[in-house]
């Protein structure tokens, strides 16, 4: 299961709470992006000037990059394919291995 949410702690330890008590193991993993790699005009999105000030609040606050994470993704190095290809690669490691790192 994905779960795709700007994790805060609290939502962090209700889910893992959740999960281990039905027998099922989480995998934490945050997408982290820099304000430029999000808003770049390459990018199909378009955000607004209020969309813009959230996206440098929750960089500020660390969301992408997450203390309880298990695997810290930067985003917006690489193309989708390549990111996506370093995503999987990344979490099948962890399901084997169960070690925490980055990608």
Do not use: Q
Not at 75 to 85: G, M, V
């Amino acid at each position: 299961m994905v779960i795709a949410y700007p994790l805060g702690c609290t939502n962090w330890i209700y889910f893992r709470r959740r999960f281990e008590d039905a027998g099922i193991r989480t995998v934490t993993i945050g997408l982290r992006a820099t304000f430029a790699g999000i808003t770049a005009e390459t990018r199909a999105r378009r955000f607004d000037e209020a969309e813009k000030r959230r996206i440098a609040v929750m960089i500020a606050e660390g969301y992408g990059a997450r203390p309880f994470s298990d695997l810290i993704l930067d985003a917006d190095r690489d193309s989708f394919e390549d990111t996506l290809a370093r995503l999987v690669s990344a979490t099948r490691r962890l399901m084997r291995d169960g070690a925490r790192g980055s990608a």
